[in-house]
T-cell receptor
Framework: DTGVSQNPRHKITKRGQNVTFRCDPI?????LYWYRQTLGQGPEFLTY????????KSRLLSDRFSAERPKGSFSTLEIQRTEQGDSAMYLC???????????????FGNGTRLTVT | QKEVEQDPGPLSVPEGAIVSLNCTYS??????FMWYRQYSRKGPELLMY????GNKEDGRFTAQVDKSSKYISLFIRDSQPSDSATYLC????????????FGKGITLSVRP
């Protein structure tokens, strides 16, 4: 299966700890997105990369959050000093944007579920 | 008011029923409209994707977009228990993959 892969699937951490999630996109996709989904809500956009460049960040992404995509392949999302309000499903998605056309739908991974106790 | 509003749920129907799921939106710049299906503890998977107004059919699924009313719909014919999931509408002004704005989702249960 060559879909979007996210690890770990579930992370339980104590408040104040740092956590890092990893996303491996579909190999030929040059765009990578992070979304956050809380219970009973739709996914909310956090940030996206085209290749290794981070092109947009939502104001939801506080300074405790940082995302990287160092070689334009996998990406990591780190949350520092976690708070209970950070408990959510963190979804990664990828797509292909070729020749400037922005019309390739997102393919999502199965997410990392974060629980902050 | 949220940019995208989705009919509240949950929704329960008998097998074989026709299901209508709806979203309204306020941002007239939205031009790309998608429906995603999400099973429990899984990521959303794309069901239908339409650009601008009109209808699109794929098997038992039909997506409709009415930009003049800022209203989109997903119809499911001959619903099956396997259709039981959460359905999310999503839209974007610039493309199907750039900062999608999602509705909150509606949970559908199809009873055998």
């Amino acid at each position: 299966d060559t879909g979007v892969s996210q690890n770990p699937r579930h992370k339980i951490t104590k408040r104040g700890q740092n956590v890092t999630f990893r996303c491996d996109p579909i190999s030929e996709h040059n765009r990578l997105y992070w979304y956050r989904q809380t219970l009973g809500q739709g996914p909310e956009f956090l940030t996206y990369f085209q290749n290794e460049a981070q092109l947009e960040k939502s104001r939801l992404l506080s300074d405790r959050f940082s995302a990287e995509r160092p070689k334009g392949s996998f990406s990591t999302l780190e949350i520092q000093r976690t708070e209970q309000g950070d408990s959510a499903m963190y979804l990664c998605a990828s797509s292909s944007a070729v020749g400037g056309w922005d019309n390739s739908p997102l393919h999502f991974g199965n997410g990392t579920r974060l629980t902050v106790t | 008011q949220k940019e995208v509003e989705q009919d509240p749920g949950p929704l329960s129907v008998p097998e074989g029923a026709i299901v209508s799921l709806n979203c309204t939106y306020s941002n007239s710049a939205f031009q790309y409209f998608m429906w995603y299906r999400q099973y429990s503890r899984k990521g959303p998977e794309l069901l239908m994707y339409t650009y601008s107004s009109g209808n699109k059919e794929d098997g038992r699924f039909t997506a409709q977009v009415d930009k003049s009313s800022k209203y989109i719909s997903l119809f499911i014919r001959d619903s099956q228990p396997s259709d039981s999931a959460t359905y999310l509408c999503a839209m974007s002004p610039t493309g199907a993959n750039s900062k999608l704005t999602f509705g909150k989702g509606i949970t559908l249960s199809v009873r055998p």
